[in-house]
């Protein structure tokens, strides 16, 4: 049974450029939350999405930032125009529906930007 | 809002050694509590949960953890440390039904010989 797969795992992008990053949830899992971490902090929460729908973007920054959980495929982090504080480790992590379910992460995507 | 302190950065264990890492959590009702392993390069590894019930959780690879609802703590403990063991340690806390998880700044241990 796969775990959560984030890809790319290493991404490089100059400034002004756009970054996607893909999340895959275990089987079964049709909760997704995105997680950044910065260099020595934390994971700080971004957004928790179920299928089709945003359920809370409260970590989310106002500008640049969108994600998705389409019906069909993965989950998407999209970053606009990126800025050198972009630059972090972005982890996924996915739960089973219902209450009280822990969360399991993938592998992060390290997001470096130039 | 709910908060976790972890209040130790670095933490050096001779192998062999028992182990407790604090963590200390701020949260309005019962908190769901979490600690995560992580090791360099890797994503965050599930070590152990607490939801309700026994207060003492055991987890994988030999951890256990105690809630203690008065001093606000869930510290983590393993009475042997291996050199394995050798990671960033989160502790996390969240709420009932979906789980935004709040984490703390994580205590890098380090195991030596």
């Known amino acids: 049974n796969a775990g959560v797969m984030q890809n790319p795992r290493h991404l490089v992008r100059r400034r002004g450029q756009e970054a996607r990053l893909r999340c895959s949830p275990m089987?079964?899992?049709?909760?997704v939350y995105w997680y950044r971490q910065l260099p020595e902090e934390g994971l700080k929460f971004m957004v928790y999405?179920?299928?089709?729908?945003?359920?809370?973007e409260s970590g989310m920054p106002k500008e640049r930032f969108s994600a998705e959980f389409p019906k069909e495929g993965p989950s998407i982090l999209r970053i606009q125009q990126v800025v050198r504080g972009d630059s972090a480790a972005y982890f996924c992590?996915?739960?089973?529906?219902?209450?009280?379910?822990?969360?399991?992460f993938g592998d992060g995507t390290r997001l470096s930007i130039l | 809002a709910q908060s976790v302190t972890q209040p130790d950065i670095h933490i050096t264990v001779s192998e062999g050694a028992s182990l407790e890492l604090r963590c200390n959590y701020s949260?309005?009702?019962?908190?769901?509590l979490f600690w995560y392993v992580q090791s360099p390069g890797q994503g965050l590894q599930l070590l152990l949960k607490?939801?309700?019930?026994?207060?003492l959780v055991q987890g994988i690879k030999g951890f256990e953890a105690e809630f203690k609802r008065s001093q606000s703590s869930f510290n983590l403990r393993k009475p042997s440390v291996h050199w394995s063991d050798a990671a960033e340690y989160f502790c996390?806390?969240?709420?009932?039904?979906?789980?935004?998880?709040?984490f703390g700044k994580g205590t890098m241990l380090l195991v030596s010989p």
């Open positions: 992590a996915s739960s089973p529906p219902g209450g009280d379910q822990p969360q399991h």
């Open positions: 089987k079964g899992h049709s909760h």
């Open positions: 999405l179920q299928k089709e729908n945003i359920i809370d």
């Open positions: 949260y309005g009702a019962t908190p769901y």
């Open positions: 607490y939801f309700s019930g026994d207060t």
């Open positions: 996390a806390v969240g709420n009932s039904g979906y789980s935004t998880l709040t």
